[in-house]
């Protein structure tokens, strides 16, 4: 991805010289628990990763100064961001008709607070509906690359799409539609809608690099096949199976590795919001 020299953006809060004294203090009581719980399901999150960050990683981080790959990855992001802007404007000029609203993306290292819980390297990146910001601890894209397999800074970018992709459901009333029906309904169909929200947010994304390269020329080769890549290595079914464990359909949030790189490619291919309604297809 042609990255380097071009324009940031405006709306990114750096906190990584300020995180972690939040949780440094100690873990959370039985009434914290049930909170993280209730707000996790209800928005989307996985509660066990907000539940992980309650532990020792909470003294982690903060008050550090980034290393010199901290502030390229931050550099990143911040051109990756500028590019969500003027792409999804472009958009929702075009296909919605209406302008469109761009969040804050929140860097930070160790953790953080949000008002949907606490963020920390455990939570990987995560967008909250709540104060429509998106939450980014750089350091993930080492573990993209080292933990999952997901090389090129292509398959960072479209971890950032992705959760601009939420936005974008947020922005278009998706988002808070689905999430008030999952809060009404079981652990197995709130997941149903879960991996469905996430589908859609990779379709969203496959729309948004296909205008990036239309709009802004900035996609090499290979890069479409590094963020297939990374969404065939987060795919629920492989990361249970990389787990050790045996796939369980019932407990998947985001889908499997076939279903994203699909959904990616579906948006890619098209350009078109109305390709990605991952809501009123019975085939996922």
């Not at 707000?39 to 990683?57: A, M, V, Y």
């Not at 590094?226 to 290595?233: D, H, K, M």
């Amino acid at each position: 991805m042609k990255w380097q020299g071009r324009r940031g953006s405006r709306n990114i809060e750096d906190r990584r010289r300020s995180t972690g004294s939040a949780r440094a203090a100690g873990g959370v009581g039985g009434v914290g628990v049930l909170l993280i719980l209730a707000i996790g399901w209800f928005l989307g999150i996985d509660p066990s990763f907000l539940l992980q960050s309650t532990g020792s990683q909470a003294t982690q981080g903060g008050n550090r100064a980034p290393s010199a790959q901290d502030e390229a990855a931050a550099q990143f992001v911040s051109v990756v961001l500028a590019d969500t802007e003027e792409v999804w404007g472009s958009i929702f000029a075009n296909q919605v008709g209406s302008p469109y609203d761009p969040p804050v993306l929140v860097l930070f290292s160790g953790v953080t607070q949000s008002p949907c819980g606490n963020a920390s390297g455990a939570t990987g990146p995560f967008y909250c509906p709540v104060d429509q910001r998106a939450y980014l601890d750089t350091a993930f894209f080492s573990e993209l690359q080292n933990r999952f397999g997901a090389e090129g800074d292509f398959a960072a970018a479209y971890v950032v799409a992705h959760e601009i992709a939420h936005h974008v459901q947020n922005e278009l009333g998706i988002l808070g539609q689905a999430n008030r029906l999952r809060a009404q309904v079981g652990q197995a169909e709130s997941n149903q809608i879960s991996v469905r929200i996430e589908l859609q947010a990779d379709c969203y994304s496959g729309i948004w690099a296909r205008h990036a390269q239309a709009q802004l020329g900035t996609l090499e080769r290979g890069d479409i096949q590094e963020a297939l890549n990374a969404a065939r290595e987060i795919g629920d079914d492989t990361l249970q199976r990389d787990a050790g464990r045996v796939p369980r359909p019932h407990t998947f949030t985001h889908g499997t590795s076939e279903q994203r790189q699909r959904w990616f490619a579906t948006g890619y291919k098209s350009g078109e919001l109305g390709v990605c309604d991952t809501f009123g297809t019975n085939r996922l």
